[in-house]
């Protein structure tokens, strides 16, 4: 079974940095699309960025020009560079992987809090 592991979440002051990395724990199907979602206390979890195969890019609104997705393809990883932070950035932050058959893999949640 493939796992998805996270790491690099913490506390941080506003203004500062964070990246967050995902792993899958073993090779799995041609990833199509790899993402970040975040879950803050009693809101939807909701899309923060993504990035296809084709490097097409996404990003919500809130982050735009703040954070950065990026992957590795050999290393079947996605990243998420998020700066200039502010406490409303403060979420349990979730890595998905959708492979081309459809499938898709959650991570387990890293939390990311934001001090004002």
């Known amino acids: 079974q493939v796992q998805l592991v996270e790491s690099g979440g913490g506390l941080v002051q506003a203004g500062g940095s964070l990246r967050l990395s995902c792993a899958a724990s073993?090779?799995?199907?041609?990833?199509?699309?790899m993402g970040w979602y975040r879950q803050a206390p009693g809101k939807q979890r909701e899309l923060v960025a993504s990035i296809t195969s084709g490097s097409k890019i996404y990003y919500a609104d809130s982050v735009k020009g703040r954070f950065t997705v990026s992957r590795d393809n050999a290393k079947i990883t996605v990243y998420l560079q998020m700066n200039s932070l502010k406490p409303e950035d403060t979420a349990v932050y979730y890595c998905?992987?959708?492979?081309?058959?459809?499938?898709?893999?959650w991570g387990q949640g890293t939390q990311v809090t934001v001090s004002s």
């Open positions: 073993r090779r799995v199907f041609s990833i199509d699309v």
């Open positions: 998905r992987f959708v492979d081309d058959t459809g499938h898709d893999y």
